[in-house]
């Protein structure tokens, strides 16, 4: 059964930091590139990052730019995202979704369909 699942979300005060981990299963990961997305309440889902699969090339959206470091680790079959200095703006349900596509591709056209189920960040004082 292949499967996407984040964790690693939870809440944080402005300026904390918070790792996201997104696990695939049932599938080889070293052929997709990896997004990051988020979705706040009311709001779309908007793309924030990516991680390619040729070389690791990173890709950040006007979201998270300067202060979100993606990796990956093919072994691990895990996709990673650090988020620094975390502002009021960035509470939603992360998400990650892959795609064969490179990362400018993936970013302008996700998937319909294959999600996992996202985890929540908060950020209060």
């Known amino acids: 059964q292949v499967s996407l699942e984040e964790s690693g979300g939870g809440s944080v005060q402005p300026g904390g930091s918070l790792s996201l981990y997104c696990a695939a299963s049932?599938?080889?990961?070293?052929?997709?590139?990896i997004a990051w997305f988020r979705q706040a309440p009311g709001k779309e889902r908007e793309g924030v990052s990516c991680?390619?699969?040729?070389?690791?090339?990173?890709l950040y959206t006007d979201s998270g730019k300067g202060r979100l470091a993606v990796s990956r680790d093919n072994d691990k079959k895990r996709g990673y995202l650090q988020m620094n200095n975390l502002k009021p703006e960035d509470p939603a349900a992360y998400f990650c979704?892959?795609?064969?596509?490179?990362?400018?591709?993936?970013?302008?056209?996700?998937?319909?369909?294959?999600w996992g189920p996202g985890t929540r960040v908060f950020v209060s004082s």
């Open positions: 049932g599938f080889v990961l070293n052929y997709y590139s």
């Open positions: 991680v390619g699969k040729v070389d690791g090339e990173e």
């Open positions: 979704a892959v795609d064969f596509s490179d990362c400018r591709t993936l970013i302008n056209n996700p998937p319909e369909n294959f």
